[in-house]
């Protein structure tokens, strides 16, 4: 019994010495050195683009790029394509978190085995090209796509409707992209929550929509801020779905960009496109990072 317990001593003293050993390991601080390639990969694909971006505008001096996102900003058809890209990318933002958080909620309150086929469906389009599944899209949507000759055939048509190149098509294409970047840190955040408060609720009365409005939709707020955030700032530089499903009239910032650099050759004018671009994005992230954090300070 002595034999054994000083062995029991040891090895607990051994676990002990191991979470310290551990414990020093993750909080010492790396350096630069252990994270060298990160910042050359950052510097390579990140800032090497910006500073490039920026030499073009300012080549000519500060007065000159001064003028140039003067006549950008005050051109009708920038402020045109710039509205449209923040009402289509609101728009997808609004029903991409709805039906994100749908499907999460359900997936969350499903079996583990219906979980697991949800999130592979859900991660499967990421494996898909972006370009096929907008092509799928225009067999869909064609006029001799499946949705018109199916409409055709049950007579409820007479003649193929121009579903193509519209507004609400560039709309389904996109919130397709984008619903498995909704779903994921909502989910994320259901997961996270602690079963004995919907328990708690439940023992004091409550019915499942109160439990829900009172319990699970504040508890995962932020889950939700940062579906949208992400959603938002994706599909402002959209540039696929809107050039194959919307054509000229649904272009958006990233299509104007193109043209103006592959078609007109004015190189100066699609950077300073671009910087607005990066700039409007920057403010975004920044604005919803004090958002949060404003938020968890009052949270605390």
Known sequence: MDVQ???????????AVADVDRGVVLTQSIGYAGVSPLLILLGIFFVGPIVALTLVIFD???????????????????QAVAFRTIRISVMVTIISVAVGYAMAYAMWRSSP????????LIMFPLFTSIVVRTYAWTAMFSRFGMINSLLLEAGLIDKPLAMLYTEPVVLIGMVQVMLPFAILPIYTTLLGLDLDLLRASAICGARGRQTFAKVVLPLTKQGAGVASVLVFVISLGFFITPAILGGPKSSMISNMISTEVMTFYNLKGGAVMSALLLIVTLCLLFIASKIGSIAAHYRR
Do not use: W
């Open 5 to 15: 317990s000083s062995y029991n001593t040891k090895a607990k003293r051994g676990y």
């Open 60 to 78: 000519s001096g500060i007065k000159d790029a001064a003028g140039l996102f003067t006549d950008v900003l005050s051109n009708e058809l920038f």
């Open 113 to 120: 085995s219906v979980r697991s086929i949800g999130l592979a």
